[in-house]
Structure formats: structure tokens, C-alpha cells
């Protein structure tokens, strides 16, 4: 019996053993990456052996070296070692090491909709470190291609996951972005931006779902049967999300203990160099490792390997208008509060150095670029003593600056926004007279899906009727605008009740400002109205909703999109980002994209008049940080101004 047992005893110990063994038996790190998004190996232990290409705060990356790889193109020979903390320092760049870990498939929670990162995870305690050797060569880094982008696949460069990579010239399509306190006005540079390699045209959001979103959804089957039509956004897999300072630049000091003739190694961290870069900027050879997040393939530069920048833009002044045209505009002014405590509201008070800033900024885009519009909508303002001080702002600094006083006035009715934020008019009152401004179904509620009522409108629209005189025909020119703040993207697919009561408050306030326009057409055929402001959609169905289709009263069709609206206008209106260029056709830059979320959309009456549209360029494409220097007129917002030139003639085409 005691042999028996010893026999079992030596047969588990040999079990447990050979276990451990075949856990931990060296890996290639090609063999472990696959030909998959998903590692053939997920979940197993492993011991994998890679020169260290980059240190980030929680990791660092190995490669094998060029002399061992695979030869197969279609596998990775990179991978991220995640540590959880601070990375040891054996792990230093140059230094060819084996690491035991766990392969695992790492995709944040906050972003279920996102391609998973094959990663080594360590366990403290646990899994090791071992250097094999110092000061290696780097592994020569991949040359990124417009070839590698031709399938237009999510995952199309997998296959370089966790490698190094050179991109020779790359065009910058969205800004460095940053993180605003909106107490200080203070910016500070987060180190990201996006571009293309040069040559490939700039990205833009197009019509249809995230296909992010579409893929990953619980209920894509059911999309697919119900919504056949629906178009699906590819999300744009050509454009690179550059991570500027997230590798970590290591000092490595030898220091002494004297006392006990011992010496250590001291290594100090910092971040590599931010690069502060606009739209449109040119870099050439851009070094750094791929790695994936926020669902775009990621170059994190090296350290030590500042790239060449080129051709940063500035802002450029408009056009003059003609003494016979008049101009309005819609302005998202980003959170214009002033330093004053509102007791109605649960506001942000800013430093009195702050709102000057901010005021200055604004008061030199009004003047200096966007030449007196005649009438503003102004998005994001606090209050009607904020926007007066706006106004008395710009026509005090056009006093001092020798132009002519626009005698700008402020109109605004506080609405139901939680932060306070309203939607207003600056009046050019030495040029336009004020007829009448009112506010639109304040009380309105609307049943959400959990069957409770709400405020239909955050920012109730804001109507504005005015008139012109005209010297040549010896009559008033007369027009209404409406300002509108929509309700935001924010929350819109949560799976959740939430996402349902996002998308149904977004139907319905497009809906309800469909029906106000319609009926005032049904009244009064030549009424010239104009709509404008942020209206948080795209010029298009984006697959959730139509909200300006619906404005239009062209809505898309019912197997198109998860949110359907009977056409409720007659004659249809028009959209002016439709009438531009292609290339022009944004307001804002999202995760790389340009979109269009700033519209200006006329009756038909109004259209007649049209002389040109556009947006005037001094946000969307500059560094958030831009926004600390108050001598310059870029980043007081983080929208690009809607802005429509009108004859007061008819007049037959539009620019």
C-alpha cells in the first residue's frame, strides 16, 4: 500500500512538473500573435524572448530580433508586456529579455466595441524578468505603406501589433488634443492627434452606423433583418491615432553606497516630448511602435527620435461682403461662463483671467475673421449678463482698434440646461432692427421610454425676426432666425434604457422643429427663414438617426435607420453644407474624423438670396492648447463657426 501511494505520489510530482515545464517552455513571439486578431494561445503561460523596443508606464514592448523572425508577413513580431505598474528596470530599451507571462486578449471596458490587444500579462510575484543580454540593435522598423491600407479592414494592420513601424511622410488631419479646465481656462496637451500617410485623402465621417458599433452589438442579427438598407461608417481604418508622449525616455545613473562598496542603478522616467501640431501639418519620419486603442491603430513615438514637422497652419481672415449682402453666422463659444456666481444654476465660476481671455478670443474672431456678422447665434453661453458683456466687449475693441462700432446687443431666455448653458443672438443693431425674439416651447415635455415626462428642450430654440433696410427699394428686408443646441451623441448607444431615451429626444426635437418651420411656410410661403446652431448631427443618416434629413423633410427611409420620421415638410428645405466642397465640409474633428455638426438650413425663400457658406477655420483644426494664448484668435472653442453670406437681391447661384 505505502508503494502504491509513493507511486502516486511520484507520478502527480512528475505530472505537476511536466505541467509546469510545458507551461513555461520559450514561445515565439510570431507563434503567440497568429494569424488572427485573437491569439491561438490566449489564456495559456509562456516564456517569451524579445529585444525591448519602448517602456510605457504600465509595460513595455518586445520584438525578436530581425535575425530570428518568422518570415511570415502576416504575423506580429511584436507584443506588449503589461505589468500593471511601474516597468522594471531590466526592462530597458536594447536589452534582449525573457518574460514569463500569461497571453491574454485585452480590451478595456470602457470600450466593448473595440479590436482586443494581444498582451503578456505578468503576474507580481510571479512571473519574471530575466536580461539575456544589453544594448542590442533595435529591430529595424516596418515601412508603413498606402499598400498595407488597401483592404479597408478594422484590423488591416494587425499583423504589425506591437511592432516597430516608420511612417516616412505622414499629413496631419486632426489636432493635438488636450483636457480645459473650465474654472482656469487652463489647456493641457494630452499628446494625440490623427493623420493619414501623405497621399491619402483627408478622412471624413460618412453616412451610416459605427461599423464598431454595428459588429459589436448584442443585437447585430437582428439589425441586419430589420434594417437591411441600413449603411454602415467603415470608421475611416486609413487614419493612424499618433500618441505622442506616452512612450517613456529612461536616464539610466550609476550611483555608489560608498559604505557598503555596492552600486545600483538609478533610472529616471519621463515622458517623451509632446508634438504640438495643427491640421494639415506635414511629419516625416515618424518612429515609433503600433499599438491599438480608442479603435484606431496607434503609433507611440519613439522617445529619442524627434520627427521633422512642417507647414502648421494659422487662421485665415473672411471675405469682405459686398455693400449689398449681409452676413449671419452660428458660433459655438465653448462653455462661456463668467466669474460670477448664478445661484440658478450649478455653474462653473471662472477666474476673472479666464472670461477676459475668453471674451478677448471671441471679440477677435468676430472682428478681425469673421468681419461683423450681422446676426450670431451663440451656442454655450450662461447667462444674458454674459453675453452682454460679450457684446459690449466687441464693440469696445472695435472703438479702440479704429473700425466701426457694430453696436452689437445681446438676446437670450434662460432654458432648462442642468449647466446652464443657453442659446442666444448678437444683433448688429447699427445695421439690423430687431423686430421680435422668442423663445420655443420651453414647457414642452415629452414621454421617455421609461414612461415618465421631460423637458423636451435643454436649450428651448431661440427665434429671432428682424429686418434690414434696403436704400435701393426703399422697404425693410425682413428674416427670422432660429438658434438651436440640440441634444448631444452623449450616451447614445448605451444598451441600456439611456441610449433609447438619447435617441428618442433627438427624434423628436428634430421632429419638432420640422413641424415649426412647415407651419410657418404654410402661413406665409415667402417667409426667409434660417436655421442654425450646433445641431449634434451629421448632415446625413448616421443609422441611429436623420436628424437633419428630418429637418429637411427628407428623413431616411425606414429600413435605413434605427429612428424613422415621417416627412413633416413641404417644400423641403435646404441644408448649405450640402451646396460646398467636399473638403470643406466639417466643423469639428472627432477621434480623426471631420463631421459636420454646426448647420445652417434655409426655406426656400431664403435660398433665393444665397451668396455663399462656409466655416470659418479657428478651432477645429488647432491644438487644444492654443487656447492659453490670448494674443492668438485660435481655440476659444472646439467648433468652427457656420457662417452664410445673403444678398439682399435674389441672387441665382451660391459659392
Do not use: C, W
Amino acid at each position: 500500500m505505502k508503494n502504491q501511494f509513493s507511486k502516486v505520489v511520484l507520478v502527480l510530482t512528475f505530472f505537476i512538473l511536466a505541467f509546469d515545464a510545458r507551461a513555461q517552455k520559450d514561445r515565439l513571439i510570431s507563434d503567440v500573435q497568429g494569424e488572427k486578431i485573437v491569439s491561438p494561445d490566449e489564456g495559456q503561460t509562456a516564456r517569451l524572448t524579445g529585444i525591448v523596443t519602448a517602456r510605457l508606464k504600465g509595460g513595455f514592448f518586445i520584438q525578436t530580433p530581425d535575425d530570428k523572425t518568422d518570415g511570415n508577413q502576416a504575423t506580429s513580431e511584436g507584443i506588449y508586456v503589461y505589468t500593471g505598474s511601474e516597468t522594471a528596470f531590466q526592462a530597458a530599451v536594447g536589452n534582449l529579455v525573457s518574460v514569463t507571462g500569461t497571453i491574454t486578449e485585452f480590451r478595456p471596458k470602457a470600450e466593448p466595441a473595440s479590436l482586443p490587444i494581444t498582451e503578456l500579462s505578468m503576474k507580481k510575484g510571479t512571473d519574471t524578468i530575466k536580461v539575456v543580454s544589453k544594448n542590442n540593435p533595435l529591430p529595424k522598423p516596418i515601412v508603413l505603406t498606402i499598400a498595407d491600407f488597401a483592404s479597408n479592414k478594422i484590423d488591416q494592420l494587425e499583423k504589425y501589433e506591437g511592432m516597430r513601424i516608420v511612417v516616412e511622410a505622414l499629413t496631419v488631419f486632426a489636432p493635438t488634443k488636450g483636457r480645459v479646465d473650465n474654472k482656469t481656462g487652463i489647456s493641457v496637451s494630452d499628446g494625440v492627434f490623427y493623420g493619414v500617410l501623405k497621399g491619402i485623402p483627408r478622412p471624413f465621417r460618412e453616412p451610416g452606423m459605427n461599423i464598431y458599433d454595428f459588429l459589436f452589438s448584442k443585437d447585430k442579427d437582428d439589425l441586419k433583418k430589420s434594417f437591411p438598407k441600413m449603411p454602415i461608417f467603415d470608421a475611416n481604418p486609413e487614419t493612424l491615432r499618433i500618441d505622442s508622449d506616452e512612450q517613456l525616455a529612461a536616464q539610466t545613473t550609476e550611483i555608489s553606497d560608498k559604505e557598503k562598496q555596492n552600486k545600483f542603478e538609478l533610472v529616471l522616467q519621463t515622458r517623451a516630448p509632446t508634438i504640438e501640431v495643427t491640421s494639415f501639418a506635414e511629419i516625416k519620419n515618424l518612429v515609433g511602435v503600433l499599438h491599438y486603442g480608442y479603435q484606431k491603430y496607434t503609433i507611440l513615438p519613439d522617445a529619442d527620435n524627434k520627427p521633422i514637422v512642417s507647414n502648421l497652419i494659422k487662421s485665415q481672415p473672411l471675405p469682405q461682403l459686398s455693400d449689398r449682402q449681409f452676413a449671419l453666422a452660428g458660433m459655438n463659444l465653448h462653455n462661456l461662463f463668467d466669474d460670477e456666481d448664478d445661484p440658478k444654476i450649478k455653474e462653473d465660476i471662472v477666474t476673472s483671467e479666464a472670461f477676459q481671455n475668453h471674451l478677448k478670443k471671441i471679440s477677435m474672431a468676430i472682428r478681425d475673421y469673421m468681419r461683423f456678422p450681422d446676426v450670431i447665434g451663440a451656442v454655450e453661453v450662461e447667462n444674458l449678463a454674459v453675453l452682454k458683456k460679450l457684446a459690449d466687449k466687441i464693440n469696445a475693441d472695435a472703438v479702440a482698434a479704429n473700425q466701426t462700432n457694430p453696436k452689437y446687443e445681446a438676446y437670450l431666455i434662460d432654458g432648462n440646461d442642468g449647466r446652464g448653458i443657453d442659446v442666444g443672438f448678437l444683433v448688429k443693431s447699427s445695421r439690423v432692427k430687431v423686430v421680435d425674439v422668442t423663445q420655443l416651447s420651453k414647457d414642452e415635455q415629452f414621454k421617455n421610454p421609461d414612461g415618465k415626462n421631460e423637458n423636451l428642450h435643454d436649450r428651448p430654440p431661440l427665434m429671432l425676426q428682424a429686418t434690414i433696410d434696403d436704400a435701393k427699394t426703399g422697404k425693410p428686408f425682413a428674416f427670422t432666425v432660429v438658434v438651436n443646441h440640440f441634444k448631444s451623441f452623449l450616451g447614445i448607444d448605451d444598451p441600456k434604457d439611456g441610449g433609447a431615451r438619447v435617441r428618442l429626444k433627438r427624434q423628436m426635437q428634430a421632429e419638432f422643429l420640422a413641424r415649426v418651420v412647415n407651419e410657418r411656410q404654410k402661413l406665409n410661403a415667402d417667409e426667409r427663414i434660417v436655421l442654425l446652431g450646433d445641431f449634434n448631427a451629421f448632415q446625413f443618416n448616421d443609422g441611429i438617426g436623420d436628424i437633419i434629413g428630418v429637418i429637411k423633410g427628407t428623413p431616411a427611409p425606414k429600413d435605413q435607420v434605427l429612428t424613422a420620421s415621417e416627412d413633416l415638410v413641404n417644400p423641403d428645405l435646404t441644408a448649405l453644407v450640402d451646396l460646398i466642397k467636399p473638403d470643406q465640409k466639417y466643423s469639428y474633428s472627432f477621434d480623426g474624423n471631420a463631421q459636420v455638426l454646426d448647420h445652417m438650413i434655409v426655406t426656400q425663400a431664403m435660398r433665393k438670396h444665397l451668396a455663399a457658406f462656409g466655416f470659418a477655420r479657428f478651432n477645429a483644426d488647432f491644438p487644444e492648447t492654443y487656447r492659453n494664448d490670448a494674443n492668438r484668435v485660435e481655440r476659444f472653442s472646439d467648433h468652427d463657426a457656420a457662417i452664410g453670406y445673403f444678398n439682399l437681391d435674389e441672387a441665382s447661384t451660391a459659392k
